[in-house]
Structures are given as structure tokens and as C-alpha cells.
């Protein structure tokens, strides 16, 4: 996908978030990355949060040996380090334990106290030093998006990172139409929702079953098919390879828009905040 910066970004990636959390998990988990990247996965998402930096240095052991311009990182600075007294080092810390010299995505990973305008200008600065290629927000709901847009440079962010799938639609009332309008790409976590009974509800949902069928897929790649068709980036998180495999795939799958209505209708979005 094109984002409104001129700059391309992958509409597929993998999500870090628990990698890095057990050390006797390592192999397997870098494993897994390892696996995604070789079958053509170029986005990896992580945050200086996820497990103190914990993910961030596993996946820096996990591209050594490929080359960093097939790859599209994305890292995320915590709101409280998210002004000029502490930005930059947070972010080159999170480079030095990536073990890259740059981030191709920048986030503020939710709305914290420190000023936006301040990180907005940090931000701009961080792209000016090639330090990143773009940046963007996280956990941004509509005022936050509206105080955004009316800060200078507020216009450059390019991405707006939510919980988005077929089971929560919350975003399309409001959100998702000020950023269309915006030009600012929605990247998804958890596009299969979370496990539990909001998983359970939509892939045992007959009419999911029955699409599933049609496109000889799997429930769990419907549910990530319904987002790319929305033009929607997004990063599914797993460890285990073959499910990583059959959620790439799921980008094959072309769902007609008559499809997608019997979709939304059977998980109709909500019609009030």
C-alpha cells in the first residue's frame, strides 16, 4: 500500500507482541520470524514495551543475515517517553536492540500527557535525521485524531495502529472515516480478535463457516481476507509456523463484495460512539 508520505508499506505483517517474553522460548520464536520472513513476510511490529525491550532484541537476533532494505520495521515509543527529553534515546535504544540504524514506522504507542505538538516536532525531527522513514500513532481515538490534525506537521502522520476485525467494528462509526478522509492508513492488531469467546463466537459463526467454504479457507483467514479487503494493513501474531503460513495466505483471497455485505451484516458495526 501507498501511504500519503509517497512511501510504500507492506499490507501484511507480523505482530511481536509476548516474543521475547520467555527466554527458553527464543529458538522457536526466532524460528518462527525466521519462517515469516522467508516465505515473504517484510513487516515485523513491535514497541520498546513489549516485555521491557524483551521483543525487540529477539527480533534483531531474528533478521541478522537478511538484508535490511527487504524489511519493514515498526517500533513504538511509550507515551511518557514520548517528548524531546527522552524520544531520542528511547529510539535509539530501541535501534540498538534491534540492531538496525533506522525504523521504516515510528508510533506513539497511546496518547500520554506529554504535549503532542512537542512529540509531532520530535517526530519531524527523527525523519529529518533519517532516523525513520514515517511516523504515526497508536490507540488514537477521534479527539486525539482531531487534536492531532490541528498541531503543525500533525498532517504527516500516516498511520493509525487499533484493535480492528470483523467482531469489532467500533472504528468504522466515527474513526475510520476521519482518517480515510485524512489519507491515514488503519494497521490492525488483533485481526483474528482475541482468543477466548470473541474468537470462538466468530469462527463457530455459520455464515463465516459457510464463506470459509466458498473460498476453500479457513475461518481464521475470512477474518484477516475481510480486512485486506477493507485496505486494511495488518499484523496477526503467532509463534506457530503453519499458522503464520495460512495467515499469509489469506491476502490471496479476493471476498466479493456481496460477500463482504453478508459479512457486515452479520456483524453490523455500531451506529453510535
Known amino acids: 500500500m501507498k501511504l500519503k508520505n509517497g512511501l510504500e508499506i507492506p499490507e501484511f505483517g507480523m505482530g511481536a507482541w509476548k516474543l521475547g517474553d520467555n527466554s527458553e522460548n527464543e529458538k522457536d520464536e526466532i524460528d518462527s520470524i525466521k519462517s515469516g520472513l522467508d516465505m515473504g513476510i517484510k513487516l515485523i511490529d513491535t514497541a520498546e514495551m513489549y516485555g521491557d525491550g524483551a521483543s525487540e532484541r529477539l527480533i534483531g537476533k531474528a533478521i541478522k543475515g537478511y538484508n535490511r532494505k527487504d524489511l519493514y520495521i515498526v517500533s513504538k515509543v511509550c507515551p511518557f517517553n514520548a517528548g524531546k527529553n527522552q524520544i531520542f534515546k528511547s529510539l535509539e535504544n530501541s535501534l ?16 500520554g500527557n506529554v504535549p503532542l505538538a512537542e512529540t509531532v516536532e520530535c517526530m519531524e525531527k527523527l525523519v529529518q535525521m533519517e532516523k525513520i522513514k514515517s511516523w504515526g500513532v497508536s490507540n488514537f481515538d477521534v479527539d486525539d485524531m482531531k487534536e492531532l490534525l490541528r498541531i503543525p506537521n500533525g498532517e504527516n502522520c500516516v498511520v493509525n495502529q487499533l484493535m480492528y476485525h470483523l467482531g469489532s467494528r467500533g472504528i468504522e462509526y466515527e474513526l475510520k472515516p476521519l482518517l480515510d478522509k485524512h489519507n491515514i492508513k488503519i494497521m490492525a492488531y488483533c485481526p483474528l480478535a482475541h482468543g477466548g469467546e470473541t474468537r470462538k463466537r466468530l469462527i463457530e459463526n455459520e455464515i463465516v463457516k459457510k464463506i470459509a467454504r466458498k473460498y476453500n479457507a479457513t475461518e481464521l483467514q475470512i477474518l484477516i481476507a475481510f ?3 477493507k485496505d486494511v494493513i495488518v ?14 495466505k489469506a491476502r490471496n483471497i479476493n471476498i466479493t463484495s456481496t460477500d463482504m455485505e453478508i459479512l457486515q451484516n452479520e456483524f453490523p458495526a455500531p451506529n453510535h460512539k
Open 235 to 248: 499484523i496477526p501474531g503467532s509463534k506457530n509456523i503453519k499458522h503464520i503460513e495460512e495467515n499469509y
Open 227 to 229: 480486512l485486506l479487503n
Open 96 to 111: 540498538a536492540r534491534l540492531e538496525t540504524n533506522y525504523l521504516d514506522l515510528y508510533l506513539i504507542h497511546w496518547k
